[in-house]
Structures are given as structure tokens and as C-alpha cells.
């Protein structure tokens, strides 16, 4: 004979539970999600009791744990049950409660008394032929859902070994298996991508991959030398005890953009702008093309987006976020102050002065060049108090206020090269130490 | 018998019967703009949580006791020995926002004369604008208080020194960050070119008050703008114009002479009207009046004077300690004192600060 487990019956009475939910209308899933709620008081204990109660009949017409046993609120708070509920019902008294809805006895037998002679006292059931759980439904469900799990396996397998085509299609498959589960969309999604040699605006450089996102990990600006990097998304920890205003730390998710490699430099802008801002140029810079450029106000930078945009169509360039540069700044942990003489220009050991050509220190984990040091760098954001919220209006560009610095600049002593670090400027202030990067989304599809 | 009230009782009682009282004003929660502890009064800087004293110790040191040092000039043994002395006197009288200039090698001494008591004293730096500079005054103070630079225009230079001063506070180094200017068009532009200026050091006496500078101060104050009044003595000219300074009295600038040993036979109607509205006025000097005339001006937060002598410390917050309206009998004098100076033309002030003249008197 079947036996029914508590794990068997829990899983069975959840399952009817939400297929009853999703069956009914919202109205009455609603009601029953009450029930259950009002229930799992009593289930804190009486788990098995609760169980049965929610596979009868009685959870459906109502009739609970309270209508038999009272509010039994002492009972309730009494961990010890040195306090016992309102009502425990035994022998007759059970027909007598049984009668105050079944007053013409029971429906199959006509029988009026000692009915838990045939019924479980919660269940309503026959307790010598327990309830079958299998549920043709929810069985077909569990086929698709591994069906679903083994295209999924064998996608990923596909794209690790290359190849994209085949695992498009175990990823579709897997869709149609499991519609619109976000993970197989996503990766369906990155397959495809693996599968365009072109996206707006770019020119892809070399052939990795993000694995998750499919995207290329390398990309040109179409038509410069503007050479940009995949960052990943995430999570982001915002701020600092360290910095009045960086408090305080918070966490903010990030989706994936490309941000610049270097900072703009000079040569790109004179490309673009014809002229050169700089303060840092002619003789007694020589190579000063190869420098960033600086001198350049928010609004400046944004007039070099803009005409950037104009030419290169459908790519979206920004400056990026004040929560996008830190991500891209944390990648690999904030810089240790013995390491920062070896990424980037600033005012430590060997002093600087001036700005120096983009790109000659060492990367960070990303393989972004001088986000510490050489300069600032000129961020979308409104310079706010924390938390960070892109919603607020803060990354609005017709926002009136100072505008977000960040990293550092060849002037600066090691504490300003901090992930944290925050300044803000006038967004028409133009300073020798102020440059900028930029950034744009990733492409959705 | 009485109840006998412990002094746990009477604590209680007191500090119930202040806050309701403080909560009956609706004064909870607010800074005063303005409080006066024995003697000394203390007034709000601008916007900052900083109360300098009114009468504040100025920078300058005395020329006689001056020897040259690599980075500009450091004073004779005797010489700091004496304005030790001084400073220690000041802070003794309540004053606690002392002014130190690098180049007159007063970081040293000062250092070691707020040490102990650095939570009490405010330390104003002046001084060339990097962050090393800045390191170097916290290393020297463990942080500054009050940190400005000089400029007569709110050129490139004073906006790339400004973004430095802005980045040293928000690194918590500097707790308020200004400039020093006598050019009232410069002022205008600091406060509102200058993004976060706590402060101006501004020359102000009853000679240069320039109407108030009518276009300057109503904006400083409707920004908030803390005003710190220097040259309230017009470098010790003031007490040039004194014809009844004591003899031996010392006036800011060495090349200055006091009006006995130089101009008497100048303009004899002149100063026969000053010396008699002084003698209406005889516990008080010319340089006495002058301070509160300075220090009647409600949105002065301080006014900062260099002191060479004890004696003009003393004389300063005696002027300070009866703090009442001034009386027609002291503006009268300082009429008087006015012509004197405009009748001198350029004269009456030092060589170097002649060019001032023009602009002080718009």
C-alpha cells in the first residue's frame, strides 16, 4: 500500500494549491492564499494536520482551523502548549461539528454519527486509501521543464566549444520548452550575438567573447581610433566611511556598457573638434597629441558626443554614469596605494606635473587604461548625495547643478585615486586636470 | 524643614527648565547666529558650524623683529618670544581664530602654541594653493580651519587654486575654504564663480567702508557668505592719524610715522577738530573707535588685526568688552579722523598698500 510521506504531502498539497490559484480567478487565488497564510500559524506545529486540512475539501468550502478549535490565541503564543486551544474536539462532539454543515449526514452514507470511523478528522478522507499523487499535469510540466534543462546544457556546452549556430538552436529549443524564462532568453539572446559580425557603430576588434552576454569583448569606434571595452554588469557597492560625501555605501546594478580604453586624447579630439582645448600642448609638450585632453568642460564633452554621435549613427556614445565608472574602477578590487605608482600618473613618488600620454601604465583588470590618475574624468551624473539613483533625475542632462569628477588627476596625491573619491564641477568649468572618457550601452540585441 | 534638594535634583531641574525654555523661544535645533562668553563675542561664519571670535589675531608680524629665511622671513628669538606672549595673551582673553601666514614663518610657532588646546583655537592659513601645501598644513596642525588664497581677480589661476581648496575639504582637511581680496568686483565674482566659498576676507574700516560696499555685501549676505573684516585698522595708518597717540606706539608698518613726529605742521584746523573730538572721549583712542566701528557691523563675523604690542591687544578687546551702540561723540571722531586722512590724500597709508586708496574709495 502507498504511503504518504510529509515531504510526499507537503508537495502535493503546495502543487494543488497553485494550480487551484492559478485555475480560479485572482479573486479567489487571493482568498485561498489568505487561507493558506491564516493556516501556516497552526502549521508552525501541527504541520502534518495542516497538510491533510489543505488537501480536503474543507480548505475549499472554508471551513478552518479556527472554526473547529477556536481562536486558541493563547495556545497560539505558548511555545510550551502549556496552554491548550480554545477547542479539542473529541468522540461525538467530532459528528456534532461535522453536523453543522452536512446536517443531512454524510452524502454517501447518510450516516450522522462517528464519521471519523471513515474520515480522517482534517482530511475528509478514507485514511485506509490514501490520495494518489500523481498529477497527469503537473507531470507533463516536469517533462517539458527537463527537456527544457537539457537543451540548456547542451546550448552552453555548444557555446563554450564554438559552436554559436548549433547552440542557438538548443537555446531556442529550450525556450520553446520553457517560455520566456529570462536565463534561456539571455543566452539565446548572447548566442545570436556571437552569431553578428557587425553592431552599430562598431568595429569588432579580435574574437573574445563574453561568455554570459555574447558580446565582443573589444570594439572600434566605425571610422576612429577610439578602441572601447566590454564591462561586464553587476552589482556595484557604492561609497565610503572615508569620504563625507560618499555616504553612504549602498549598492547599485548596473547593466553592461562599453566604456573608452583611454581617455580621449588630444589627437581624437582635434579629429573630431578641429581644434584643441588643451593646456598641456605645442613645443613644450612634444607627442602631446598622444596626452589626454584637458581643458574641456562637461558641456564641451558633450558637444564632442554629440557630434560623434553625428557620425558614427545608431551608436548611443555618453559619458558614462557615475555608477558604470565605478564598476568599471572596482574590476579587480580598488587599487592598493603600492600599486598605484605602477596604473596611474599622479603627484606621489616621481611628481607629475602634467598630464602624460594615455596608456602608458598598466591596465586595470579590465584592461582600462589611467581610470586613476593622469585626469579626471567628466561623468553623466549629477553631482547628488548618496544613495546613487539613476531615476531620480540625477542623470538627466538638462539637470542644473555640478556635474561628477572622477579618478584623480597628475595633481592629485594618492587619496583622490580612490573608486570612491567623488567631486563635483560647474558643468562649464574648464580645468588643466579635467578629461573624460567615453562610454555607450550594450547593445540589447 | 526644607526638602532637601540633591544635586541631582537641581541639575534636573535646570536642564528641564532650559529646554523649555529654548523650546518656548522655537530656538531648538538652530545655531545662534551670535554668543558672548566673558568679554569675547563669538559670531557664526556665514553658513560654516565655525564661531571666530570678533576680535581675531591677524597674521603679520612685526617688521622690526624680522630676519630673512629661505622661504621668506622668520622673526629674531626676542621677537617671537614677545609675540608669544601676545598670541598666549589673546587666548587668554577668549580670542581663537589666530591667522598664519607661511611666509612669515609662523606655522612652527603657532603649532606650538594651539597645541593642547587645538579644539578651541581656529587656525587661518593663508598661503600658496597645491595639495602638498595643504598636507603640509594638516601635518603641521592636524587640520585647518579657515584656508584662503589672495587674488585680485577670479582669473584661471584662482579657479584651478579654487578646485584644489574644494577638493582638500571635501577630503575633510580644510573645514572652510575662502579667499582674500580687495577689490569689490573680485568679490562679487568669488561668490558666485567660486562654487562652496565659506568666506571673505575683505578690507573694511570706518575710512573704506565704501558705503558698505552696496553691491557686495547685500549679496554676501543673501548667500550666506561669511565676512571677515581685515585692515580694520588700515594697517596701523589709523593710528598714524591719532594726534594724541601715545609716543613709542607702534603702527603695523615700520615706515609709517605717527602723526606727532611727522605731519604736525600739516593741516592745523584738521587735527585741532580730531584732537577735540577725542578728548570728548577719554577712555578711548582713535584705534578704540575705529575697532567698533568694525565690530558694530552685524554681518562682520570677525575682524582680524595684526597686534604688536600688548597694549593694542588690550586696548582692541577693551573696545570689544563694552559692546554698546556707538555714541555720536565716537563717530564724531572718526568724521574727523576721515577728513584728516582724505586731506592727506594717499599719505596717511604705507607705501605699499597707496594703490589701494583708489579702489577703497571707489
Known amino acids: 500500500m502507498a504511503r504518504i510521506t510529509r515531504l510526499g504531502a507537503v508537495r502535493a498539497v503546495l502543487t494543488s494549491a497553485a494550480l487551484f490559484a492559478a485555475a480560479v480567478s485572482p479573486a479567489a487565488a487571493q482568498q485561498a492564499d489568505n487561507q493558506l497564510k491564516e493556516a501556516s500559524v497552526c502549521a508552525r506545529c501541527h504541520v502534518i494536520s495542516v497538510v491533510e486540512w489543505g488537501m480536503s475539501a474543507h480548505r475549499k468550502a472554508g471551513t478552518n482551523c479556527v472554526g473547529c478549535h477556536g481562536e486558541s490565541r493563547g495556545h497560539v503564543v505558548d511555545e510550551r502548549n502549556n496552554v491548550k486551544p480554545d477547542r479539542i474536539p473529541r468522540g461525538d462532539r467530532i459528528s456534532g461539528l461535522c453536523a453543522t454543515c452536512h446536517q443531512a449526514g454524510c452524502p454517501k452514507t447518510k450516516q450522522a454519527a462517528d464519521c471519523q470511523s471513515c474520515h480522517h478528522v482534517h482530511a475528509l478522507i478514507d485514511p485506509k486509501k490514501p490520495p494518489s499523487s500523481k498529477d497527469e499535469q503537473l507531470e507533463k510540466l516536469a517533462a517539458r521543464w527537463q527537456s527544457a534543462a537539457r537543451h540548456n546544457a547542451e546550448g552552453g556546452r555548444l557555446m563554450k566549444a564554438g559552436q554559436s549556430e548549433q547552440a542557438r538552436a538548443e537555446f531556442d529549443a529550450a525556450l520553446r520548452d520553457r517560455p520566456g524564462d529570462p536565463r534561456i532568453a539571455s543566452l539565446l539572446a548572447a548566442a545570436t550575438r556571437r552569431l553578428q559580425r557587425n553592431f552599430a557603430g562598431f568595429e569588432i576588434v579580435g574574437t573574445a567573447r563574453a561568455e554570459e552576454s555574447g558580446l565582443p569583448k573589444q570594439v572600434r569606434v566605425s571610422g576612429t581610433d577610439i578602441e572601447m571595452l566590454l564591462v561586464r554588469g553587476g552589482d556595484v557597492d557604492m561609497g565610503s566611511e572615508k569620504f563625507p560625501a560618499a555616504k553612504p555605501l549602498h549598492t547599485v546594478r548596473v547593466a553592461p556598457f562599453y566604456a573608452g580604453k583611454h581617455e580621449v586624447t588630444q589627437a581624437q579630439w582635434k579629429a573630431l573638434m578641429g581644434t584643441n582645448p588643451s593646456a598641456h600642448q605645442g613645443r613644450d609638450y612634444p607627442g602631446s597629441d598622444r596626452l589626454p585632453v584637458e581643458m574641456v568642460s562637461w558641456a564641451d564633452a558633450q558637444a564632442f558626443l554629440e557630434k560623434l554621435n553625428a557620425r558614427v549613427s545608431g551608436a548611443g556614445f555618453r559619458l558614462p554614469s557615475e555608477a558604470e565608472w565605478e564598476l568599471a574602477a572596482r574590476a579587480g578590487g580598488p587599487p592598493a596605494p603600492k600599486d598605484l605608482p605602477r596604473i596611474a600618473w599622479f603627484d606621489g613618488q616621481e611628481r607629475a606635473t602634467a598630464p602624460h600620454p594615455a596608456g602608458t601604465k598598466q591596465p586595470n583588470a579590465l584592461g582600462l587604461f589611467d581610470l586613476f590618475g593622469n585626469v579626471w574624468e567628466w561623468c553623466s551624473s549629477l553631482y547628488a548625495p548618496y544613495p546613487y539613483d539613476a531615476a531620480d533625475g540625477r542623470e538627466s542632462p538638462s539637470a542644473k547643478g555640478l556635474r561628477v569628477l572622477r579618478g584623480g588627476g597628475y595633481a592629485d596625491t594618492a587619496e583622490y585615486l580612490d573608486p570612491d573619491a567623488r567631486h563635483g564641477e560647474r558643468p562649464d568649468r574648464k580645468l588643466p586636470w579635467n578629461g573624460f572618457r567615453i562610454a555607450r550601452s550594450a547593445p540589447a540585441e | ?362
Open chain 2, 1 to 362: 524643614m526644607a526638602p532637601h534638594v540633591t544635586r541631582r535634583d537641581f541639575l534636573g531641574g535646570c536642564a528641564a527648565g532650559l529646554l523649555a525654555h529654548q523650546a518656548a523661544n522655537g530656538r531648538e535645533g538652530s545655531a545662534p547666529e551670535e554668543y558672548r562668553r566673558a568679554g569675547m563675542t563669538y559670531r557664526r561664519l556665514g553658513r560654516t558650524d565655525l564661531y571666530p571670535s570678533l576680535l581675531s589675531f591677524g597674521s603679520h608680524t612685526d617688521p622690526a623683529d624680522r630676519v630673512k629665511a629661505p622661504n621668506g622671513t622668520v622673526l629674531t628669538p626676542q621677537g617671537q618670544a614677545r609675540r608669544d606672549r601676545i598670541v598666549a595673551r589673546a587666548f587668554d582673553l577668549g580670542v581663537n581664530l589666530l591667522d598664519v601666514y607661511a611666509s612669515e614663518g609662523q606655522w612652527e610657532p603657532a603649532a606650538r602654541m594651539v597645541k593642547g588646546r587645538r579644539n578651541k583655537i581656529l587656525i587661518s592659513v593663508a598661503n600658496d594653493v597645491s595639495l602638498r601645501e595643504v598636507d603640509r598644513a594638516c601635518g603641521m596642525f592636524g587640520h585647518v580651519d579657515l584656508y584662503r588664497f589672495h587674488t585680485a581677480a577670479i582669473d584661471q589661476k584662482a579657479l584651478e587654486d579654487w578646485d584644489v581648496l574644494r577638493k582638500a575639504k571635501e577630503a575633510g582637511k580644510i573645514r572652510a575654504i575662502g579667499i582674500a581680496t580687495h577689490i569689490e568686483r573680485t568679490m562679487l565674482e568669488a561668490i558666485t564663480e567660486l562654487e562652496g566659498i565659506d568666506y571673505l576676507f575683505f578690507p573694511y574700516n570706518f575710512i573704506h567702508a565704501r558705503a558698505d560696499y552696496s553691491a557686495f555685501l547685500p549679496e554676501a549676505q543673501r548667500r550666506g557668505t561669511g565676512l571677515i573684516a581685515m585692515k580694520p585698522l588700515a594697517s596701523g595708518s589709523i593710528m598714524k592719524l591719532d594726534p594724541m597717540a601715545r609716543p613709542g606706539a607702534k603702527p603695523e608698518f615700520g615706515e609709517l610715522q605717527l602723526w606727532q613726529t611727522n605731519n604736525r605742521p600739516i593741516l592745523p584746523a584738521a587735527v585741532a577738530e580730531l584732537t577735540k573730538s577725542l578728548a570728548r572721549l577719554p577712555d578711548e583712542t582713535l584705534c578704540m573707535a575705529a575697532m567698533r566701528f568694525v565690530y558694530s557691523r552685524p554681518f562682520v563675523s570677525a575682524a582680524i588685526t595684526g597686534m604688536f604690542e600688548e597694549r593694542l591687544l588690550e586696548d582692541n578687546y577693551r573696545a570689544m568688552a563694552r559692546f554698546e551702540e556707538m555714541s555720536r561723540d565716537e563717530h564724531a571722531a572718526l568724521k574727523a579722523a576721515e577728513r584728516l586722512s582724505q586731506l592727506l590724500e594717499a599719505r596717511w597709508l604705507p607705501a605699499d598698500y597707496r594703490w589701494l586708496e583708489e579702489q577703497w574709495r571707489g
